[in-house]
């Protein structure tokens, strides 16, 4: 399907390389990178365990920098942020969903949800009110006051895409948001994520070693051998 493009991306990689260690340690994870997301589209990186998906996230994040080349969010250079800003940004702009979903077991869906709004200094009644939209949204309203250690894995991960649009994101990055959910439970969750990008206009970027995955995304990227390219 034809994606309509914005001017400007959502992220970008410009030239960016990732090493950890030094010396005989060095390790080059990611090698020249370029890459650009924009709104409305799920893009779809496929790579092995260990080839640094994990590692792309977090540079596009801008959880941590890179050791060459350029990140951008929303038009502008994530060197150029102070910490605070660029802590600010995540919370407002950006959504996070895990394969371990990483909710907190000692609070209900809905507190879960409600923690991301807090960053926002959304209203309490206004928070409360969208929480609660979105749980009906995605089927999932009975498990409003129900907290993580007895909902199955599928229902885990419909609260944590919940909780990643709470903040009206328009970057949601997903990893590996499949990979703890069986065959069904995951096409369901790609299905879903696709929906997200393509009817509210977001960017979606999700990481994955299943294959199957493919037919959801408007665009696949491979990553092997730290070089990303668009063919397998």
């Not at 090698?31 to 977090?58: D, Q, R």
């Not at 350029?70 to 600010?88: A, C, M, N, P």
């Not at 009906?136 to 006051?145: E, G, K, W």
């Not at 229902?155 to 919940?162: C, G, L, N, S, T």
């Amino acid at each position: 399907m034809k994606t309509t493009k914005s001017p400007e991306p959502v992220a970008r990689l410009l030239g960016v390389s990732k090493v950890f260690g030094q010396g005989p340690n060095k390790t080059q994870v990611l090698k020249n990178i370029s890459f650009e997301a924009y709104p409305g589209e799920l893009l779809l990186l496929l790579g092995p365990s260990g080839s640094g998906k994990s590692t792309f996230l977090t540079l596009l994040a801008g959880l941590q920098a890179p050791s060459e080349g350029e990140v951008w969010l929303f038009g502008r250079k994530v060197q150029d942020f102070s910490t605070s800003d660029l802590q600010s940004l995540r919370a407002r702009h950006l959504g996070f969903i895990f394969q371990t979903f990483h909710l907190i077991d000692s609070l209900t869906a809905l507190e879960n949800i409600l923690l991301v709004m807090k960053f926002t200094n959304t209203p309490k009644r206004q928070a409360k009110a969208q929480a609660l939209e979105l749980l009906d949204r995605f089927a999932i309203s009975h498990l409003t006051h129900i907290r993580p250690p007895t909902m199955s894995q599928g229902e885990k991960q419909r609260v944590a895409i919940a909780r990643a649009l709470a903040n009206h994101a328009e970057l949601i990055i997903a990893d590996e948001p499949t990979g703890n959910l069986d065959s069904n439970q995951g096409m369901e969750i790609a299905g879903l994520l696709r929906q997200i990008a393509e009817h509210e206009n977001r960017c979606v970027v999700l990481t994955s070693h299943d294959p199957r995955i493919i037919g959801y995304a408007n665009r696949v990227f491979y990553l092997q051998d730290g070089k990303i390219r668009t063919k397998a």
